[in-house]
């Protein structure tokens, strides 16, 4: 399974961005997928996931201002960032829990970067 995020870039404090992570491949369903950040200096932390029934999960700090969806039928998730401030600042990447022909795997796309400076 291959990963494309988008959706990453500069804006101000306060503003919105949307992400896009869409998996592509053959023979595989997706469990669960999910966002992961990792800032400057700092380790990846979890950001927000979201299980094939819809059940989402958030870290404390976005909590309200986050929000996770999926597109099952376009095996893509989205992570729509409100009211952003610069602690949001990170490089976020996807990453998908699959299962194929070989078992459970995991995948992570490449990273996209956003930036909330003013």
Same mark, same amino acid.
Not at 4 to 9: K, N
Not at 21 to 31: L, Q, T, V, W
Not at 57 to 74: C, E, L, M, P
């Given at each position: 399974?291959?990963?494309?995020?988008?959706?990453? $870039? =500069? !804006?101000?404090? *306060?503003?919105?961005?949307?992400?896009s992570? #869409?998996?592509?491949?053959? $023979?595989?369903?997706?469990?669960?997928?999910?966002? @992961?950040?990792?800032?400057? *200096?700092?380790?990846? &932390?979890? =950001?927000a996931?979201?299980?094939?029934?819809?059940?989402? /999960?958030? !870290?404390?700090? !976005?909590?309200?201002?986050?929000?996770? %969806?999926?597109?099952?039928?376009?095996?893509?998730? @989205?992570?729509?960032? /409100?009211?952003? /401030?610069? &602690?949001?600042? #990170?490089?976020? @990447?996807?990453?998908?829990? @699959?299962?194929?022909?070989?078992?459970?795997?995991?995948?992570?796309g490449?990273?996209?970067? =956003?930036? !909330? %400076?003013?």
């Amino acid at each position: 399974v291959q990963l494309q995020a988008s959706g990453g $870039g =500069v !804006v101000q404090p *306060g503003g919105s961005l949307r992400l896009s992570c #869409a998996a592509s491949g053959s $023979g595989f369903s997706i469990n669960a997928m999910a966002w @992961y950040r990792q800032a400057p *200096g700092k380790q990846r &932390e979890l =950001v927000a996931g979201i299980t094939s029934g819809g059940t989402t /999960n958030y !870290v404390d700090s !976005v909590k309200g201002r986050f929000t996770i %969806s999926r597109d099952n039928a376009k095996n893509t998730a @989205y992570l729509q960032m /409100n009211s952003l /401030n610069a &602690e949001d600042t #990170a490089v976020y @990447y996807c990453s998908v829990l @699959y299962i194929d022909s070989f078992g459970r795997k995991t995948s992570w796309g490449q990273g996209t970067l =956003v930036t !909330v %400076s003013s």
